[in-house]
């Protein structure tokens, strides 16, 4: 029982790294109606720039953040330009093509530079330990955890006490309206991406530190990421961090429960089981022709 | 599909034309491993008519209804897997008798396709890609997994003939390819030209205006979706026997998934000769991009790069492009006075009879 309770912490604290990264993935589908299969390239991105800052200039992964984050929100409004607004006509379809090569790039790109050995991030949370109610938790968990609460706080005060947060609202809303109101909706789309980004290198911080990964770990996160997103409802950030906890948490109890080799599965099932109830996703609304 | 009386000599022309180019290439394929038969090329020549395959039959499902779905993989590797299950379980005598059971495990690759389509069917667009992608890793962790079954990440060994050495060994596996290529193109064909085929058409237009006029959305759906998929299958057990060790991570492989639908997409979605003209370009140059840069990953670079030149410079794909080039040559041709028939020229230009998605209109 202890194991089951101390497997359901441990879930919701790594819950809230994948909370994260999906926010950021059901953000850029909600503003711009399209899946970006490369979140999970652009967090091991976020990663391996951290691993390039600690092992040149030593710096310690979570303050690696105040450059990798700014970078990340760059590279997130440049491939917005690029690549995603050219798309005039069928661009749920293309966009999704596009975003897989975004993907192929980056792995490839990765690959070149840091070879497919694995790596991890390392500091001294990695290891260092501190008991409560008996449970034996890695700080690790516990920074990664408070993070994910700032940065999805701070996601959250913007998207709701802001001026700019109401014009991401509204675009997601319905995009024409928006447009019709004075939305600047192209701009709006571009930094949406970008935050979208930014909170992907955030997340490959703690993903980094918390797994030894390679530039082909992404294919493994963004399948994870996309049913979370769809099993949250897609473009709803409520959804997205309800599945999180709610994925992360079962699939860390079968862990102990069944075994290890079939955690990951139970996702998916989760996933099929959820869609022949809801097909719309928990927080999903169901529109025509849309979803 | 008959021109107007006034154009009966160029769309006659054309088709006479057309005819010569696929007789030409089919006696091309054919003629193929006795032009060249050493391993190299007819390894390059079974790669290449193996995606010729994939993304005709991913085309049928992808193409005509506009559902696209980026784990095929699963199929494939499923295809691959049962095959070798079925040649492990029943001991076959290597060399041709296991080709017979090529239908069988495409039979049950289309039993898995009914359960899967069934319930990823039930979401639509961004959600439908989402949960092919997720199945398709469903089945490379049950590959992983089911360790007494499959071997798991250990991989399973199947048997081969000694008999085929030398330059002789890849043949077999090219004709039946082959076969299982032109098998697609028949039924994609057939598909094209059928009530059902204009079925899935329109559901790729608007589904709902489909169902409302009495298309039974459901129902095709499922179809393409099954047939498709049982094609997939045949073709994955071909592959499956051909390379003789399977690996869930390799057969199950979402980049697999991807080619398929990049080579549709190249070559012009929801046309017949799209597909085959995207694999065709596309197979051996990613092969040899593969062959060169392999070992440092770069290959996959120049993957990303051709994957988005393709989609931001010809988003509708060569073959419909290049129609519409004909299709403005001949009006110049004809002068101002026969442009008041856009519709005639246009189809005549070939076998694609425009759509709307086709011109653009698939809502942004």
């Not at chain 2, 069917?121 to 089945?139: D, H, K, Q, S």
């Not at chain 2, 794909?317 to 110049?332: E, K, T």
Request: aromatic share 12%.
């Amino acid at each position: 029982m202890t194991l089951v309770l101390e497997a359901a912490v441990l879930g919701i604290l790594t819950g809230g790294v994948y909370a994260l990264m999906a926010s950021g993935l059901t953000l850029i589908f909600g503003v711009m109606r399209i899946i970006n299969v490369g979140h999970g390239a652009l967090v091991v991105l976020g990663a391996y720039l951290s691993f390039a800052l600690f092992s040149s200039l030593h710096m310690d992964p979570f303050v690696s953040l105040v450059v990798t984050m700014p970078v990340m929100f760059l590279l997130g409004v440049l491939l917005q330009l690029v690549f995603i607004r050219p798309l005039k006509t069928d661009r749920e379809a293309l966009s999704v093509l596009v975003t897989y090569a975004i993907a192929l790039g980056i792995e490839g790109v990765l690959g070149y530079i840091f070879t497919t050995n694995y790596v991890e991030l390392r500091g001294w949370y990695e290891t260092a330990t501190f008991a409560i109610f008996g449970f034996h938790i890695t700080w690790v968990y516990v920074f990664g955890f408070a993070l994910c609460l700032l940065i999805l706080g701070g996601l959250f005060l913007m998207l709701y006490r802001t001026a700019f947060g109401g014009a991401i609202r509204a675009t997601m809303l319905n995009r024409t309206a928006a447009q019709l109101i004075g939305v600047d909706v192209d701009r709006v789309a571009a930094i949406a991406f970008g935050i979208g980004v930014a909170t992907a290198a955030a997340g490959g911080v703690v993903f980094g530190i918390t797994n030894a990964f390679n530039p082909g770990s992404h294919y493994d996160l963004i399948s994870r990421l996309l049913t979370i997103i769809v099993l949250g409802g897609l473009g709803s950030l409520r959804g997205a961090i309800i599945a999180a906890l709610l994925m992360l948490v079962t699939e860390d109890i079968t862990q102990v429960l069944i075994s290890p080799v079939w955690a990951n599965f139970v996702f998916f099932v989760i996933l099929v089981a959820i869609l022949i109830v809801r097909p719309q996703g928990l927080y999903g609304v169901r529109v025509r022709d849309r979803i | 599909m008959s021109g107007t009386p006034t154009l009966a000599i160029r769309p006659a022309r054309a088709t006479a034309l057309k005819a010569f180019g696929l007789a030409l290439l089919a006696l091309l394929a054919l003629l193929l491993p006795v032009v060249a038969p050493d391993p190299a090329t007819t390894n390059m020549a079974i790669f290449t008519v193996m995606y010729v395959g994939l993304a005709t039959s991913w085309n049928i499902m992808g193409g005509y209804t506009g559902y696209i779905s980026l784990g095929h993989a699963a199929f494939f590797g499923f295809g691959a897997y049962s095959f070798g299950l079925m040649l492990i379980h029943f001991n076959v005598t290597p060399g041709y008798p296991p080709f017979a059971l090529v239908p069988v495990a495409g039979l049950l690759t289309a039993v898995l396709a009914v359960g899967i389509g069934w319930i990823a069917l039930r979401t639509r667009a961004a959600t439908f890609v989402i949960v092919t992608i997720a199945f398709m890793f469903m089945l490379q962790l049950l590959g992983e997994n089911l360790v007494e079954l499959t071997g798991g990440g250990a991989g399973l060994g199947l048997p081969y003939s000694h008999d085929w050495g030398g330059d002789f060994f890849n043949i077999p596996y090219y004709y039946a390819m082959l076969a299982l290529a032109v098998l697609a193109l028949v039924i994609s064909w057939w598909i094209r030209r059928s009530k059902f085929g204009l079925g899935l058409l329109a559901i790729r237009d608007d589904e709902d205006k489909a169902l409302a006029v009495g298309v039974p959305t459901r129902g095709f759906k499922l179809t393409a979706f099954v047939i498709s998929a049982l094609l997939v299958g045949m073709i994955g057990a071909v592959y499956g026997y051909y390379i003789t060790y399977l690996y869930p991570q390799f057969v199950f492989d979402p980049l697999i998934g991807i080619s398929m639908v990049l080579m549709a997409f190249f070559g012009g979605l929801g046309t017949l000769s799209g597909p085959v003209i995207g694999a065709l370009l596309l197979e051996p140059a990613q092969l040899e991009f593969a062959y060169r840069l392999g070992a440092s990953k770069l290959y996959l670079v120049f993957y990303a790069a051709v994957f988005l030149i393709v989609i931001l410079l010809l988003p509708r794909g060569i073959v419909p492009s290049v129609a519409d080039l004909v299709r403005g040559w001949r009006r110049r041709q004809m002068g101002p006075t026969a442009g008041g028939s856009r519709k005639a020229p246009a189809a005549s230009a070939g076998e694609e009879p425009p759509t709307p998605a086709q011109q653009g209109l698939a809502s942004p």
